[in-house]
């Protein structure tokens, strides 16, 4: 028994004896009315009035004496804890923070490289129907669940569905993991994105025209003028000089033609583009210096490393190890820049390309609507990928960031807030990514839909060639790199403090040492991304971008839904929004029934289309060896082990009981 328990005991026996006095007064009273003779009247009230007293005095002392060993427990419990305990898990600064933090994370790459090539590839205009569909029937949900999730347990993911449920314990290392695996080659991009940066610093950008020890399938336009007016249409550029046309013409047994076609006969002819596999010198510096591909590069013979990718992996690494040192206290700071400036480019880049000669061609191949290619199924499908990867749920990063939150922060207005933003800013992107793409169709003189490409291609290859064609090229050249730097570094510094979050959540005693963590887990990161900077490096990069997320998280996603729409119930989790000040109002129906049902199936339907529709991984022509799309397989499943293994470890612990949400709580 405490001591505190015996003094509440001490406290209660004295008001029942004092209690107990003044009923002992009243019957002494009558008693010595009817005995006369045993005691004197005046004399028992005297004692009685004593005894009295002394209980008051025990009455009133027991409280003092209470709040002294209050006192001396909580300054025992202070010093146990400048002992032995662990220090407390840091809080934003201010709604900014957490607020800009989650914009960046969810406003990323995805936006400006994939985003605009899926609404050309799906019909334009059209596709914002399954675009915005998506997001009210997958993204928003789980956005928003995710978000209360953390605010309300203010735990980070990795030990957030332990308290939720027992048996659920590996989820969140689950989704841990994905962020795990997925910084280690994402970091690649920003690397290149140094690399850009600091070879553009020049007067003429050395992907501008083709260079001796490039490809001979590399072509200029501008160097391919110069030869047809140098010799009057009778030569072009080719192999890095002026060839005359006939000898090109005769390398294919045809005759010449004109300037872009070789004949075979009054009916029959070739095109001279075509036949020579012509590569844009922008995409030659690419695959030729940045990554240093070889023509024999291959699994088998990945080659030595690249000096200049080593060097700029290693400083993406030091930057976002300096942006997180200090937690969400320097993070948050960062994010003022990094979260904002991809805005303010995009607007200048708007305006200058609109501008640019076919710019509105390009809007228009943009804009304007199919409406007989939303159809089909595939466009959907595209579409509920496009927003589960762009918002970046199911990574454990939106419930890091709320786990930081204070536990009365409005986190539906953050998550409809920042949601609805990442679909406006990839409906903008597509405005100033198709204006200049419009303007280099028009240079090219080809069809929007021969120049317009998807992922690192639009970013490293198509946007440099425009670039380098625009007066100040070297000045557009750096707004852009930053731009697509700072877009990298918002996602990267969410997914990386998800992994140090879970690390120092399960060793509470390492946050003391918060530079410690943060440093040895981008060192372990930028050693196991070595191997991304060998002349094949390209080929782990495709490999583990292939197989790292898709299939997992959706799984995951399915196990977060039912997990809480199910598990722990919708409307106790309803109970834990109101007692955060949260209330859904008009949407809870809405929330109700994506949660419990839509979501999840939407979900599932989701995982069998990409399961059905699974192609092996390749890089441009390279489909890689079986071998490895096994090792891709494997990549997969990873997530899955932590799941199993802590399922099978908490049945055993806990029996029956692992299925149990009577642990659920806020931890405060």
């Known amino acids: 028994m405490t001591v505190k328990k015996i003094i509440d005991g001490l406290a209660e026996d004295a008001l029942q004896l004092e209690c107990g006095s003044k009923s002992g007064l009243s019957r002494s009273s009558s008693d010595m009315s009817t005995e006369s003779g045993v005691k004197d009247k005046n004399d028992a009230a005297t004692e009685l009035e004593q ?217 029959s002819f070739l095109d001279i583009g075509k036949a020579l596999d012509r590569k844009s010198a922008s995409e030659e510096y690419f695959t030729n210096q940045l990554l240093g591909l070889k023509e024999d590069s291959s699994w088998e013979n990945l080659g030595s490393f690249q000096p200049h990718l080593l060097i700029c992996l290693i400083l993406s690494w030091i930057t976002v190890f300096l942006c997180l040192c200090k937690g969400v206290r320097s993070s948050g700071k960062v994010v003022y820049f990094t979260a904002l400036y991809p805005f303010v480019i995009l607007g200048v880049f708007f305006v200058r390309g609109l501008t640019l000669p076919g710019a509105i061609n390009g809007v228009m191949w943009y804009i304007t609507p199919e409406w007989e290619k939303i159809m089909t199924i595939q466009p959907w499908t595209d579409a509920a990928t496009q927003i589960f990867f762009s918002l970046g749920v199911c990574f454990g990063t ?45 240079e090219l003189g080809q069809p929007v839909g021969e120049v317009i490409k998807s992922g690192p291609g639009l970013t490293f290859i198509v946007y440099p060639q425009a670039l380098a064609k625009l007066p100040l090229a070297p000045l557009w050249s750096f707004l852009f790199f930053t731009m697509i730097l700072t877009l990298g570094l918002d996602s990267q510094f969410g997914m990386t403090e998800t992994v140090t979050s879970a690390v120092m959540d399960q060793f509470p005693q390492s946050r003391r040492y918060m530079k410690t963590v943060v440093f040895s887990v981008c060192a372990v990161c930028c050693i196991i991304g070595l191997p991304f900077c060998l002349n094949g490096g390209v080929f782990m990069f495709e490999l583990i971008n292939w197989y790292s997320a898709l299939w997992s998280t959706l799984l995951l996603a399915v196990f977060e839904f039912v997990l809480v729409a199910w598990g722990l119930g919708v409307t106790k989790y309803y109970d834990n929004l109101r007692e955060m000040g949260v209330s859904t109002g008009i949407l809870s129906w809405y929330f109700r029934c994506t949660w419990k049902i839509v979501s999840p199936c939407l979900m599932l339907v989701l995982l069998v289309w990409s399961i059905i529709q699974y192609k092996p991984c390749y890089y441009e022509k390279y489909v890689f060896p079986q071998y490895i799309q096994n090792i891709g397989f494997g990549i997969s499943a990873l997530p899955f082990v932590p799941a199993s293994v802590l399922l099978l470890v908490s049945l055993c612990k806990h029996g029956s009981s692992a299925f149990s949400t009577a642990g659920w709580r806020p931890s405060h």
């Open 51 to 267: 005894a009295k007293e002394v209980v008051n005095i025990i009455a009133n002392d027991v409280p003092k004496v209470k709040d002294a060993i209050d006192g001396f427990d909580e300054s025992n419990t202070k010093m146990k804890n400048q002992e032995n305990d662990y220090p407390e898990r840091d809080q934003w600064g201010n709604h900014c923070d957490f607020f800009l933090s989650c914009l960046g994370y969810a406003v990323g790459l995805g936006n400006i490289w994939r985003f605009p090539y899926l609404c050309y590839k799906h019909g334009g205009g059209s596709f914002l129907v399954p675009y915005l569909s998506m997001l009210f029937l997958v993204g928003l949900p789980l956005f928003f669940l995710e978000l209360g999730l953390g605010q309300y347990a203010s735990i980070g993911a990795a030990k957030i569905f332990d308290r939720l449920m027992p048996a659920s314990a590996g989820i969140g290392w689950g989704v841990v993991s994905i962020s795990f695996i997925v910084i280690i080659y994402y970091n690649l991009i920003i690397a290149w994105c140094l690399y850009y940066l600091y070879v553009g610093f020049t007067t003429v950008l050395p992907w501008s025209t083709c260079q001796p020890w490039m490809s001979s399938a590399c072509f200029s336009l501008e160097q391919n003028i110069a030869c047809l007016n140098s010799s009057n249409f009778q030569s072009i550029f080719y192999n890095h000089s002026c060839v005359d046309l006939s000898d090109v013409c005769s390398m294919f047994s045809a005759k010449t033609h004109n300037e872009t076609h070789c004949s075979y006969n009054s009916t």
């Open 398 to 442: 939106l419930i890091t960031f709320a786990s930081y939150n204070k536990f009365k922060n409005n986190c539906l207005r953050d998550a409809l807030l920042v949601g609805f933003g990442n679909c406006t800013t990839s409906i903008f992107s597509g405005f100033v990514v198709f204006s200049i793409v419009g303007y280099m169709a028009f």
